[in-house]
């Protein structure tokens, strides 16, 4: 029995006491309550102590493990962009392409110790030079990306119901009639090899990496962005219900206009009030139409409304475009595109050193898992060029 536990049963005693004793015993058990509560309170305040000081020491602890796990991270950091590691690296990438290839024993050292869950540590300038390739086609690095396992879906608004004003006392305001429709991304592989002489694999480390990485991430990105604005072009100008009933592809308007002061402008009338960050999308060759209009007009409007202007050869330019075809594109990409990379903005590497062989060529193939798709409903406008169709 503690001392605290001693002082409660003779706290109890003393009560039971009292109603049998004298006037003289009472004032002295009186005082002994007193004593002993004194006690009880000095023992309290000492285990409050004690268990402050644990608390701190766990604090202590807690923090010493973070600040050495932040430290561990921060050297691991610092020794994944080390030169050493990024040349081990590189040499690791080149053994996954040729089996035949035999690493160092020093960069196999250097990335087996590294290693956490059976994944190598891609060095943060692999992951530069991906993000700055994809960056630089200026179409897709508009788009908003996700990175979700497996088909993604996405709702999209078909039509709804208003707001409405109400007053108190009238009657209540109806339910909104809602219609959505289900947009469903499918991944596939985006792919393209390049073909390297036996001097671009006898290329050490960062040279090595960026040489291959930045070329076929931008020629990945660039099919992507073929892809998507592809997908905008063939839109439906109207709103179709598969078998199930489920409206699954978004809608674009169409305008039919030549490249004049003013086609922006209508185009752009016709989206929906949700697309606002607009992106004018043609052949550059349909650039110089639009040029020659600003020309006409001494240069005294701008016919791209202050839009940002992208460009993509896979639209025809207006003078080769036929009747009725889609030549240019004006729209909200962050808001009307989405892109799912199911497996991460990684690129996957595979060698083939069988089919250029006689010509020391070997073929470095790149894959992205890519779902490209179109998300919200009158968020592009397709604009065609005038005239009757054949």
């Given at each position: 029995m ?8 003779r ?15 009472i ?9 002993l ?17 644990k608390?701190?020491e ?8 973070v ?40 960069a196999r ?9 059976g ?16 960056e ?5 690095s ?8 497996g ?8 039509s ?17 009639n809602?219609i ?26 960062e040279?090595f ?30 709103l179709?219900?598969n078998e ?41 060759l349909t ?46 990409l ?5 892109i799912?990379?199911p ?9 083939d ?12 193939l ?19 060029k ?5």
């Amino acid at each position: 029995m503690t001392r605290k536990e001693e002082i409660e049963v003779r706290k109890a005693e003393i009560r039971e006491e009292i109603p049998k004793a004298s006037e003289e015993k009472i004032e002295e058990l009186n005082a002994e309550v007193d004593a002993l509560n004194e006690e009880a309170a000095k023992i309290e305040e000492q285990e409050k102590v004690k268990e402050e000081a644990k608390e701190l020491e766990e604090k202590k602890f807690v923090a010493k493990e973070v600040v050495k796990e932040e430290r561990k991270m921060e050297n691991n950091k610092e020794f994944r962009n080390s030169k050493e590691y990024i040349n081990a690296y590189a040499e690791y990438v080149k053994e996954g392409l040729a089996k035949d290839y035999t690493m160092s024993k020093e960069a196999r050292a250097l990335l087996t110790t590294n290693v956490e869950d059976g994944v190598v540590a891609v060095p943060e300038m692999v992951d530069d030079i991906i993000k700055t390739a994809w960056e630089r086609e200026e179409i897709v690095s508009l788009v908003k990306d996700i990175s979700v396992k497996g088909n993604f879906q996405v709702q999209f608004e078909v039509s709804a119901d208003g707001a409405v004003e109400h007053t108190e006392g009238d009657d209540p305001v109806d339910e909104e009639n809602l219609i959505l429709g289900i947009a469903t991304l499918v991944p596939k592989s985006i792919k393209k090899w390049l073909s390297v002489s036996d001097e671009v694999l006898d290329m050490k480390g960062e040279a090595f990496l960026n040489y291959v990485y930045d070329e076929l991430t931008y020629r990945i990105a660039k099919k992507c962005a073929d892809i998507l604005v592809g997908k905008i072009a063939a839109l439906p100008q109207s709103l179709v219900a598969n078998e199930d009933g489920v409206y699954d592809t978004p809608s674009a308007a169409k305008v039919t206009l030549a490249p004049e002061v003013g086609t922006v402008a209508s185009a752009y009338a016709n989206l929906s009030d949700e697309a606002n960050n607009i992106t004018v999308i043609m052949n550059k060759l349909t650039h110089a139409n639009f040029k020659a209009a600003a020309y006409a007009n001494g240069y005294a409007v701008d016919p791209f409304e202050g839009f940002r202007v992208r460009y993509n050869n896979t639209l025809p330019a207006y003078d080769t475009a036929t009747a009725g075809q889609v030549y240019m594109i004006v729209g909200d990409l962050n808001h009307g595109a989405l892109i799912n990379f199911p497996n991460g903005e990684g690129i996957a590497l595979k060698y083939d050193d069988k089919t250029l062989m006689t010509s020391d060529l070997v073929r470095i193939l790149g894959r992205r898992f890519t779902a490209i798709g179109i998300v919200a409903d009158k968020s592009f406008t397709l604009v065609a060029k005038p005239g009757v169709s054949a």
